[in-house]
């Protein structure tokens, strides 16, 4: 099955700094999707991009859909303690099969 | 929230047993799936169901049935569980047939961590 490649695959950064992770893939996608996972809990969706060029903010999450339809970018702004956890993408290969990325997992310094 | 629950939230079986795990939803959403998440493989699709007794097969679905008799309910079952399947199982769902979430996001339960000595 379609495979997709997350990268970083872990971040550690300082309190207050900006983080971004991608997400690529082989074939087109039309739908991309945000997860944050933290320990013992299931993912939660963050943010749903569905046309190709959209840019999508929640709160300081801003995801983007890319031109290609092959690629997608999670951006944090001004990080803060409660953004540590595990980022995935996903998208769909074919109706409701979602594929997910490995995942990013991200580690703050305070 | 989705109003998803999962059941067990934890187990421990032995090799050879037959296991099943319960998602309960509360909200008429047509969509269900199950989920795998092991280290290094992040989330695969097992099985889903879109809708009563309708059922499809995902990427890792060998070793593993599913049903739904009732739009609430969706379960996963290990016939004669093996160490293989020792992982993390999530349910998720997606559109509510109220309306509301649409078709593509899908939501997911809290887990059940499973282990097959």
């Known amino acids: 099955g379609q495979q997709l490649n997350q990268s970083p695959q872990s971040m550690f950064i300082q309190e207050g700094e900006d983080v971004s992770m991608n997400c690529t893939s082989s074939s087109i996608f039309n739908t991309w999707l945000w997860y944050k996972q933290e320990p013992g809990e299931g993912p939660v969706l963050l943010i749903a991009l569905y046309k190709a060029g959209e840019l999508t903010s929640n709160g300081r999450l801003t995801a983007q859909f890319g031109i290609t339809r092959k690629d997608s970018f999670l951006n944090i702004s001004a990080s803060i303690p409660s953004d540590v956890g595990i980022y995935f993408c996903?998208?769909?290969?074919?109706?409701?099969?979602?594929?997910f990325g490995q995942g990013t997992r991200l580690t703050i310094n305070p | 929230d989705a109003g998803i629950t999962q059941s067990p939230r934890h187990k421990v079986t032995e090799t050879g047993t037959p296991v099943t795990l319960r998602c309960h939803q509360t909200e008429n959403h047509r969509y269900m799936y199950w989920y795998r998440q092991d280290p290094g493989h992040g989330l695969r699709l097992i099985h889903y169901?879109?809708?009563?007794?309708?059922?499809d097969k995902g990427e890792v679905s060998d070793g593993y049935s599913v049903s739904r008799s009732k739009t609430e309910d969706f379960l996963l079952t290990l016939e004669s569980a093996t160490s293989s399947q020792t992982s993390v199982y999530f349910c998720?769902?997606?559109?509510?047939?109220?309306?509301?979430?649409?078709?593509?996001?899908?939501?997911f339960g809290p887990g059940t961590r499973l282990t097959v000595t």
């Open positions: 169901s879109y809708g009563v007794k309708d059922t």
């Open positions: 998720a769902i997606s559109e509510s047939l109220a309306g509301g979430l649409t078709n593509y996001e899908q939501y």
């Open positions: 996903a998208g769909y290969e074919g109706a409701q099969k979602l594929v």
